[in-house]
T-cell receptor, first 114, second 111 residues
């Protein structure tokens, strides 16, 4: 158990819909990262927040957005969903942002868009 | 971040050592070498990291070549639970905190 929790574990929805994925980082961790894992693209970084502020962006679509709340939990919002958005979405956390810091990953949310 | 090259897959027998190679010929002097693994149906997990010297922890050892252009993750006695995809990742001074995953090496462990 990494100490990072993600809800829900599974999500099935239809094209065009909007969903929200939630992540609670390990106690004391200020950084939250979101990653997407699909069969054809592998694990890809989406976005990072540090202590409530956006710190870095990766290959995140404009239809996707995220935020980190004062209690440090984070939400990833996916809107106007397409079939290709079906993937595993992982959240990870670390104490800060230094390049040697370990990232702890949650169990993921499996999204299926029909 | 500099690029890494790993074999797509490897096989091992249970209770035997496993050496997982990683080439990173364009590594810079300040790049750290990290290894993560992803067990089936789970999120990635940290294994080990190093800069220049060999490193050991309870999970594995990391052997880094003298010129740092390659490294090897060593599992001393593979168990069935070690079957996973292993990712070798470089993290440079200029990068943000995010990890850049390649395709990794899928390790199969035979009983």
């Amino acid at each position: 158990d990494s100490g990072v929790t993600q809800t829900p574990k599974h999500l099935i929805t239809a094209t065009g819909q909007r969903v929200t994925l939630r992540c609670s980082p390990r106690s004391g961790d200020l950084s939250v990262y979101w990653y997407q894992q699909s069969l054809d693209q592998g694990l890809q970084f989406l976005i990072q927040y540090y202590n409530g502020e956006e710190r870095a962006k990766g290959n995140i679509l404009e239809r996707f957005s995220a935020q980190q709340f004062p209690d440090l939990h984070s939400e990833l919002n996916l809107s106007s969903l397409e079939l290709g958005d079906s993937a595993l979405y992982f959240c990870a956390s670390s104490v800060a942002t230094a390049r040697v810091e370990t990232q702890y990953f949650g169990p993921g949310t499996r999204l299926l868009v029909l | 971040d500099a690029k890494t090259t790993q074999p797509n897959s490897m096989e091992s027998n249970e209770e035997e050592p496993v050496h997982l190679p990683c080439n990173h010929s364009t590594i810079s002097g300040t790049d750290y070498i990290h290894w993560y693994r992803q067990l089936p149906s789970q999120g990635p997990e940290y294994v080990i990291h190093g800069l220049t010297s060999n490193v050991n922890n309870r999970m594995a050892s990391l052997a880094i070549a003298e010129d740092r252009k390659s490294s090897t993750l060593i599992l001393h006695r593979a168990t069935l639970r070690d079957a996973a995809v292993y990712y070798c990742i470089l993290r440079d001074a200029g990068s943000q905190g995010n990890l850049i995953f390649g395709k990794g090496t899928k390790l199969s462990v035979k009983p």
